[in-house]
């Protein structure tokens, strides 16, 4: 690739890319059509990101990012980490780390969340993560957001851990990096449930805020964590949808 194709790419905004690379692409399930036009287009390590824990009351914010080896073949089942179980992600995430060409996470703590909010804490975890992949990555594919902060041409994908094998897989090592964290930090702070819950708002998790208080793991400004503002309505609320476990 020349360097005027390089820097020329570089200034693309997502318009450009979607018209340069991936006008005609119609893609409706996992694999890596993205991944193959952008290596078709010259480029040589490119990472899918993405994020998870955005929706936890407590613990970070983790990302990852992932350049996936096409030479190789897919982990059987790979899959966005929320359609697979415990057991199925930490077996996939294995193989994705011995089959990818580099893998880095990122990370961003309940302090920093509160102060600059959840969305900007994803994105500079998702920042961290690609910022230490080595060799570094030349092109990102991002499950729905744009990484500013970034010189590195780049794709958001909305939906995109359903839709590229990358971005899949880098959610797979993201889940699995934080859910294992979380576990660890239950002997610490045994009154919550993180070690079932990994943070998420659980039963177990509210009755621990109400009765003990939140801990230095959680999001002080996430609806109902502090007592002062733990009313049924605000439980209710903030209970997400189970996870696959």
């Known amino acids: 690739m020349s360097d005027a194709k390089v820097n020329e790419s570089e200034n693309a905004n997502d318009?450009?890319?979607?018209?340069?690379?991936?006008?005609?692409?119609?893609?409706?399930?996992?694999?890596?059509?993205?991944?193959?036009?952008?290596?078709?287009?010259?480029?040589?390590?490119?990472?899918?990101?993405?994020?998870?824990?955005?929706?936890?009351?407590?613990?970070?914010?983790?990302?990852?990012?992932?350049?996936?080896?096409?030479?190789?073949?897919?982990?059987?089942?790979?899959?966005?980490s929320k359609q697979l179980t415990k057991l199925q992600r930490e077996e996939i995430a294995e193989k994705l780390k011995q089959r990818c060409l580099a893998y880095a996470v990122g990370q961003v703590e309940a302090e920093e969340i509160d102060q600059i909010n959840i969305l900007q804490a994803s994105?500079?975890?998702?920042?961290?993560?690609?910022?230490?992949?080595?060799?570094?990555?030349?092109?990102?594919?991002?499950?729905?957001?744009?990484?500013?902060?970034?010189?590195?041409?780049?794709?958001?994908?909305?939906?995109?851990?359903?839709?590229?094998?990358?971005?899949?897989?880098?959610?797979?090592?993201?889940?699995?990096?934080?859910?294992?964290?979380?576990?660890?930090?239950?002997?610490?702070?045994?009154?919550?449930?993180f070690s079932e819950n990994v943070g998420y708002g659980t039963r177990k998790h509210w009755d621990g805020l109400e009765k003990h208080g939140p801990c230095e793991l959680h999001r002080k400004t996430f609806r109902g964590v502090m007592p002062t503002n733990v009313d049924n309505t605000a439980v209710e609320a903030a209970i997400p949808e189970p996870e696959a476990s």
């Open 15 to 80: 318009s450009d890319l979607r018209v340069s690379l991936f006008a005609d692409l119609k893609v409706t399930r996992l694999g890596r059509v993205y991944e193959k036009q952008a290596y078709a287009a010259g480029y040589k390590f490119v990472a899918g990101v993405d994020e998870v824990g955005r929706g936890c009351l407590a613990g970070p914010v983790v990302a990852a990012a992932c350049i996936l080896d096409l030479s190789k073949p897919l982990p059987k089942g790979l899959n966005d």
């Open 123 to 193: 994105i500079k975890a998702m920042h961290i993560a690609v910022e230490a992949l080595r060799p570094a990555a030349d092109f990102l594919l991002i499950d729905a957001v744009r990484i500013r902060q970034s010189p590195l041409p780049q794709m958001p994908i909305i939906g995109g851990d359903g839709l590229s094998a990358s971005i899949a897989a880098a959610s797979v090592i993201a889940k699995t990096f934080r859910d294992a964290l979380m576990r660890t930090y239950h002997e610490q702070y045994p009154n919550y449930g």
